[in-house]
Nanobody, 122 residues
């Protein structure tokens, strides 16, 4: 199973970015898809997750109202739209897949993509 995340970069505070994560078809159709992030010197933390049908979604309190997870079934891709970005959002963002139950815990996910760096300047 391969997950390929992209879309990171440098953005000013208040700006927007959209991250993408391309997944193999089998993963995309069966697994929970999630996004996590890890800031320098901090532990990896949950950002958001969505079930295989795209109808059940969970967000960390820190990103509610600013970030949106979505998926394009035709492209086997999950997106993370990030608006109103803050310097505290600076981190390496990882997409993850796996499991059948929505979870905010990293060990619940079986597959991980290589991270993409998001830097938000003040």
């Amino acid at each position: 199973v391969q997950l390929q995340a992209s879309g990171g970069g440098l953005v000013q505070s208040g700006g927007s970015l959209r991250l993408s994560c391309a997944a193999s078809r089998r993963t995309f159709n069966r697994d929970i898809m999630g996004w996590f992030r890890q800031a320098p010197g901090k532990e990896r933390e949950f950002v958001t997750a969505q079930d295989w049908s795209g109808t059940v979604t969970d967000y960390a309190d820190s990103v509610k109202g600013r970030f949106t997870i979505s998926r394009d079934m035709a492209k086997n891709t999950v997106y993370l739209q990030m608006n109103s970005l803050k310097p505290d959002d600076t981190a390496v963002y990882y997409c993850a897949a796996g499991g059948v139950i929505m979870s905010q815990r990293a060990p619940a996910y079986d597959y991980w993509g290589r991270g993409t760096l998001v830097t938000v300047s003040s």
